[in-house]
Protein backbone atom coordinates (compact mmCIF):
# COMPACT_ATOMS: atom_id res chain seq x y z
CA UNK A 1 0.00 0.00 0.00
CA UNK A 2 2.81 2.43 0.52
CA UNK A 3 4.39 1.76 -2.84
CA UNK A 4 1.32 2.94 -4.60
CA UNK A 5 2.62 6.46 -5.12
CA UNK A 6 6.00 5.40 -6.37
CA UNK A 7 4.22 3.58 -9.68
CA UNK A 8 2.68 6.90 -10.02
CA UNK A 9 5.58 8.98 -10.87
CA UNK A 10 8.90 8.60 -12.72
CA UNK A 11 11.49 7.08 -10.63
CA UNK A 12 14.93 9.18 -11.05
CA UNK A 13 18.08 8.98 -8.91
CA UNK A 14 17.69 12.28 -7.19
CA UNK A 15 13.86 11.42 -6.40
CA UNK A 16 14.84 8.30 -4.59
CA UNK A 17 17.60 9.69 -2.95
CA UNK A 18 15.59 12.93 -1.43
CA UNK A 19 12.65 10.14 0.09
CA UNK A 20 15.16 8.29 1.15
CA UNK A 21 17.20 11.06 3.37
CA UNK A 22 13.48 12.66 4.26
CA UNK A 23 12.45 10.08 6.44
CA UNK A 24 13.47 8.66 9.60
CA UNK A 25 13.71 4.85 10.19
CA UNK A 26 12.37 6.02 13.60
CA UNK A 27 9.62 7.53 11.95
CA UNK A 28 9.17 4.20 9.74
CA UNK A 29 9.47 2.10 12.89
CA UNK A 30 6.61 3.64 14.76
CA UNK A 31 4.57 3.51 12.12
CA UNK A 32 4.95 -0.08 11.66
CA UNK A 33 4.40 -0.75 15.37
CA UNK A 34 1.33 1.71 15.43
CA UNK A 35 -0.45 0.01 12.37
CA UNK A 36 1.27 -3.14 11.67
CA UNK A 37 2.11 -4.63 14.73
CA UNK A 38 4.53 -7.36 15.70
CA UNK A 39 5.44 -9.57 13.17
CA UNK A 40 4.62 -13.46 12.87
CA UNK A 41 8.29 -14.19 13.80
CA UNK A 42 8.04 -11.50 16.67
CA UNK A 43 5.22 -13.51 17.78
CA UNK A 44 6.76 -16.66 17.54
CA UNK A 45 9.80 -15.99 19.26
CA UNK A 46 7.87 -14.33 21.90
CA UNK A 47 5.61 -17.59 22.38
CA UNK A 48 8.66 -19.91 22.91
CA UNK A 49 10.69 -17.41 24.75
CA UNK A 50 12.66 -19.18 27.75
CA UNK A 51 11.01 -17.63 31.20
CA UNK A 52 13.50 -15.76 33.31
CA UNK A 53 14.49 -17.60 36.32
CA UNK A 54 14.44 -15.93 39.47
CA UNK A 55 18.14 -16.46 41.00
CA UNK A 56 17.15 -15.67 44.81
CA UNK A 57 14.72 -18.72 44.90
CA UNK A 58 16.83 -20.88 42.81
Known amino acids: MLAIPA ?5 TGPLIHEAMTSV ?6 HWVK ?3 GDSMLARRRQAF ?9 A
Open 7 to 11: FLTDL
Open 24 to 29: RTLDVE
Open 34 to 36: AHL
Open 49 to 57: KAPKLDMKT
